[in-house]
């Protein structure tokens, strides 16, 4: 086989979903990093299927994150790029990934994660359920709290000049059968009406947006590499 004498690296890029999240030996861990993973989720069964496969030693990064949206990959991936456009969820979740990052791994979450991707043979990629996962309900509890707090200033005005014909064409279709929907819900508030439709919109947009963004730059970085595409919502 190819990989027989210098083995191969595997990474896996993903959210709670790829840990096995409450499968027989999940466990919630610092930040929710891959390290806490079940030993039943699909990249450990995955890798040992590759070192099978293969007949050789695996290299194994579960670089997986509870909550992980593409946004935040696209962050970790381009930080120059990215910067311009971070909302308050990627901001707040970053930091906390990056101490438990250096504290698991010795070293920066982008660096990490920039370097991963660069060495890998075969990278999985299962991102998305969150964009319209925790950050829809977090924000929904903010908006009916009253408080948006760190989501003050997530608004699909953020990203908007960035999104494709295609994509900016979908979000105004999208607006419309949102807000009738959810007009019942919302009755006078015409200012709560305005922020869930935009709720909405902003979550499908972003998530659209960064997995492009990110499965460009994974291909640009490593364009020897392979990868596969999971879960996408």
Same mark, same amino acid.
């Given at each position: 086989?190819?990989?027989?004498?210098?083995?191969?690296?595997?990474?896996?890029?993903?959210?709670?979903?790829?840990?096995?999240?409450?499968?027989?030996?999940?466990?919630?861990?610092?930040?929710?990093?891959?390290?806490?993973?079940?030993?039943?989720?699909?990249?450990?069964?995955?890798?040992?299927?590759?070192?099978?496969?293969?007949?050789?030693?695996?290299?194994?990064?579960?670089?997986?994150?509870?909550?992980?949206? #593409?946004?935040? &990959?696209? %962050?970790?991936? =381009?930080?120059?790029?990215?910067?311009?456009?971070? *909302?308050?969820? @990627?901001? +707040?979740?970053?930091?906390?990934?990056?101490?438990?990052?250096?504290?698991?791994?010795?070293?920066?979450?982008?660096?990490?994660?920039?370097?991963?991707?660069?060495?890998?043979?075969?990278?999985?990629?299962?991102?998305?359920?969150?964009?319209?996962?925790?950050?829809? #309900?977090?924000? &929904?509890? %903010?908006?009916? =709290?009253?408080?948006?707090?760190?989501?003050?200033? *997530?608004?699909? @005005?953020? +990203?908007?000049?960035?999104?494709?014909?295609?994509?900016?064409?979908?979000?105004?279709?999208?607006?419309?059968?949102?807000?009738?929907?959810?007009?019942?819900?919302?009755?006078?508030?015409?200012?709560?009406?305005?922020?869930?439709?935009?709720?909405?919109?902003?979550?499908?947009?972003?998530?659209?947006?960064?997995? =492009?963004?990110?499965?460009?730059?994974?291909?640009?970085?490593?364009?020897?590499?392979?990868?596969?595409?999971?879960?996408?919502?």
């Amino acid at each position: 086989a190819a990989f027989a004498d210098s083995g191969l690296t595997y990474l896996a890029i993903g959210d709670s979903s790829s840990q096995g999240y409450y499968t027989e030996g999940f466990t919630e861990g610092m930040h929710g990093l891959g390290d806490y993973s079940s030993k039943n989720s699909y990249p450990f069964l995955f890798r040992d299927f590759l070192a099978e496969k293969n007949g050789c030693d695996v290299t194994f990064y579960q670089y997986t994150v509870q909550g992980m949206r #593409t946004n935040e &990959l696209y %962050a970790l991936l =381009d930080p120059e790029g990215a910067a311009p456009y971070l *909302d308050g969820y @990627s901001r +707040i979740h970053i930091a906390n990934f990056d101490k438990s990052f250096k504290a698991l791994y010795g070293t920066d979450i982008k660096t990490g994660f920039q370097s991963a991707v660069k060495d890998a043979d075969v990278i999985t990629y299962d991102l998305g359920l969150n964009n319209v996962g925790m950050y829809l #309900t977090d924000r &929904l509890i %903010a908006i009916a =709290d009253g408080d948006l707090g760190i989501y003050a200033d *997530d608004s699909i @005005s953020l +990203i908007y000049d960035q999104l494709d014909k295609e994509t900016a064409d979908a979000c105004e279709k999208l607006k419309t059968v949102v807000s009738a929907a959810l007009r019942q819900l919302a009755g006078d508030d015409s200012e709560m009406l305005e922020q869930l439709v935009d709720l909405f919109v902003y979550s499908y947009a972003s998530f659209v947006l960064y997995f =492009d963004k990110t499965i460009d730059k994974i291909y640009n970085e490593n364009p020897d590499g392979e990868l596969l595409v999971f879960g996408i919502c």
